[in-house]
């Protein structure tokens, strides 16, 4: 059996579904940080049968509870101090999300112009059905509409141009 040892300070992730702690680690982007993290797949689990754990000795507070609620809202957060679970966070779904998932739509305006923040809400609790937060002329944000406006200022130009091309070349 694999003995990994215990952390003095940090969190571990319980309770991940098997298979599913490399997604998480990207998401949270623990690659990132400079701090130690013990990935564990596949480990034998009473409830679960198999299970994955996540082990970072890193403060807690960089990690974002909203992503890893989306991922999945049942992992069990403990919190690690001097050696001890200190506290165990209960992970709710996030009413909102941002730039963790991409529209789908083709014409949403976030599939078009890039630099817009993906926003997702929560729109069935139930079912955990998240919707693209909808970019129409009333709920605009100002990054959204300064960019609409560049895309159709684009439209436009490309439009005039191509006229004066084709004025060009019918009088030469």
């Given at each position: 059996?694999?003995?990994?040892?215990?952390?003095?300070?940090?969190?571990?992730l319980?309770?991940?579904?098997?298979?599913?702690?490399?997604?998480?680690?990207?998401?949270?982007q623990?690659?990132k940080?400079d701090?130690?993290?013990?990935?564990?797949?596949?480990?034998?689990?009473?409830?679960?049968?198999?299970?994955d754990?996540?082990?970072?000795?890193?403060?807690?507070d960089?990690?974002?509870l909203?992503?890893?609620a989306f991922?999945?809202?049942?992992?069990t957060?403990?919190?690690?101090?001097?050696g001890?679970?200190?506290?165990?966070?209960e992970?709710?779904?996030p009413?909102?999300i941002?730039?963790?998932?991409?529209?789908?739509?083709p014409?949403?305006?976030?599939?078009?112009?890039?630099?817009?923040?993906?926003?997702f809400?929560?729109?069935?609790?139930?079912?955990?059905i998240?919707?693209?937060?909808p970019?129409t002329t009333?709920?605009?944000?100002?990054?959204?509409?300064?960019?609409?406006?560049?895309?159709?200022?684009?439209?436009?130009?490309?439009?005039?141009?191509?006229?004066?091309l084709?004025?060009?070349?019918?009088?030469?």
């Amino acid at each position: 059996m694999l003995n990994v040892g215990k952390i003095e300070e940090g969190f571990v992730l319980d309770h991940i579904k098997a298979g599913k702690s490399l997604s998480i680690y990207e998401h949270l982007q623990l690659d990132k940080l400079d701090c130690t993290v013990a990935i564990i797949k596949n480990a034998r689990s009473g409830k679960m049968g198999k299970k994955d754990i996540l082990k970072v000795e890193c403060d807690i507070d960089m990690l974002d509870l909203d992503v890893l609620a989306f991922i999945d809202h049942n992992i069990t957060v403990n919190v690690i101090k001097n050696g001890e679970i200190v506290e165990k966070k209960e992970l709710v779904l996030p009413k909102q999300i941002k730039n963790v998932i991409k529209c789908r739509n083709p014409r949403c305006i976030t599939s078009i112009e890039q630099g817009l923040p993906h926003v997702f809400v929560l729109s069935d609790e139930k079912k955990e059905i998240y919707r693209c937060k909808p970019y129409t002329t009333n709920a605009l944000s100002a990054a959204a509409g300064g960019a609409y406006l560049q895309y159709l200022f684009r439209i436009i130009l490309c439009f005039l141009f191509t006229i004066f091309l084709l004025l060009h070349i019918h009088y030469f």
